[in-house]
């Protein structure tokens, strides 16, 4: 278990989307004493929210968003990869590891163009965190 563990956290650090280069890390899992994953020194994302409900806006509009988010974890966060649930959605997110304590940025644009009516978006973060991804959420409705 703790063998495709460690190798799962290495493919997660090693995945890229769409970048050139592609480093090669290792993450250190750490253990308790019985050999169980210690979540308690892993890092952990903290967002300040992960639902953001932009209102109305005309149909052909872009709506940029940023989640703000801090590790509140104790070692180093990677983020591999973010998706969206859509092609009319570009998340960016950091490619350097997120120290613990410190804060940043996932930033969203989200094309309208083409839609009409409610919309609800996903945005799905991999990282070396416990679970390994994260939902976030872009809401709004386009009119005429």
Known sequence: MMKK??????VIAMVSCGKKEQK???IEVPLTNDGKVDTSKL????FVQDVFDFGQIKQGEKVSYS?????????P???SSASASCGCTVPSYPEEPIQPGEESKIDVVFDSNGKMGMQTKTITLVSNTIPNTKVLYLRGEIVD
Do not use: E, R, V, W
């Open 5 to 10: 563990l460690l190798i799962l956290f290495t």
């Open 24 to 26: 090669a890390m290792s």
């Open 43 to 46: 890092p952990k994302f903290t």
């Open 67 to 75: 989640f703000k988010f801090k590790n509140t974890g104790s070692t």
């Open 77 to 79: 966060l990677i983020i």
